[in-house]
């Protein structure tokens, strides 16, 4: 008997980093992620980068924080989430930023 994997949820430890106006590692990603939280907990603006800083994927103002849902209709589309080991960097000059997410368990 097959288990629903959209059923069971795990929760691996949180991703976070202090800002000192340069290019801090937030954390890389040991699952894939069903739900994942953007979270800037300063009140500065932090750029958040996935490729060490060469590109910014989104600037969150001081004390912004978004939700991405990557399900599918059915649980985790396999072609809609980000990959095991996805690096994320983050620039401010101060506060924290995290992410945090939950993945569906293949057991």
């Known amino acids: ?4 994997n959209s059923q069971r949820a795990a929760f691996p430890a949180e991703l976070t980093a202090s800002m ?8 890389s990603l040991t699952s894939n992620p069903v739900i994942i939280i953007f979270d800037n907990q300063g009140t500065d603006s932090i750029a958040i980068s996935i490729d060490g800083g060469t590109t910014t994927w989104r600037t969150f103002p001081g ?18 989430t980000f990959d095991v080991g996805t690096t994320f960097y983050g620039n401010g000059s101060s506060g924290t930023f995290s992410i945090s997410y939950i993945y569906a368990v293949n057991t």
């Open 63 to 80: 004390g912004e924080a978004i939700v991405l849902d990557l399900r599918a209709a059915h649980g985790l589309a396999p072609n809609y």
């Open 1 to 4: 008997m097959a288990i629903n």
């Open 20 to 27: 000192d106006s340069s290019w801090v590692e937030i954390g």
